[in-house]
């Protein structure tokens, strides 16, 4: 029974999120999720408290897999031994293999934890390990600005919103570039810096 109930539940949250990624945060209803999720309209009340809590708890749910699969990513980047910049192409399939569902209803949860602090944790949390994953890729790139991580994830996800806005084809291979070229950007950058403060001293 405990297994069905988790197994009832998840189809819920699931439910949520193609809600969200189909219509907005203000689809999401309980009769709309129980209908999606194929399952009694009282499922929905059992299992959260309100409705705002459904919604709390499929932005987690949605969180969680996303830490899973960056953790998948980082265990890669450790154990691979790549060579200079592979590690940038692995990533641009993780992007391309990520459904464009999932990415509408992270952006839809970024503006509604904007106005919800409670959940803006979940929010700050995945941010936070991409950043921190962002960074180890620099470093294994040689590159150590304090500041490189942000813009790197930054550029990514900016990209991933130009991607669910224009009907085009996506053409990953613009991804990859410009990250090497971050890469190179921020290599320069500290070598110029470092020599600028070289030629002051003098």
């Known amino acids: 029974m405990r297994a069905r109930g988790r197994a009832r539940r998840e189809l819920l949250l699931d439910a949520t999120l193609r809600i969200i990624a189909e219509g907005g945060i203000a689809a999401v209803t309980h009769r709309a999720v129980a209908a999606a999720a194929g399952v009694p309209h009282s499922s929905t009340t059992y299992f959260f408290d309100s409705l705002d809590d459904m919604i709390g708890e499929a932005v987690a749910h949605a969180m969680a897999a996303e830490m899973d699969r960056l953790q998948q990513f980082r265990s890669l980047l450790e154990t691979g031994g790549n060579h ?3 590690a940038i192409d692995e990533f641009v399939e993780i992007v391309r293999n990520q459904s464009q569902e999932n ?3 992270q952006f839809e949860i970024y503006l509604f934890a904007s106005r919800h602090p409670a959940l803006r944790e979940h929010v700050e949390r995945i941010l936070d390990e991409t950043r921190a ?15 490189a991580a942000a813009a790197v994830v930054a550029l990514i ?27 190179v950007g921020f290599v320069t950058l500290a070598t110029t810096s470092s020599l600028s403060e070289d030629r002051s001293g003098d």
Do not use: K, Y
């Open 84 to 86: 200079p910049g592979a």
């Open 103 to 105: 990415t509408v209803a």
């Open 133 to 147: 994953l962002a960074a180890a890729v620099l470093r294994s790139n040689g590159v150590t600005d304090p500041h």
């Open 157 to 183: 996800d900016g990209f991933a919103l130009h991607r669910i806005a224009r009907s085009e084809e996506v053409q990953f291979q613009s991804l990859a570039h410009a990250l090497r070229a971050a890469i």
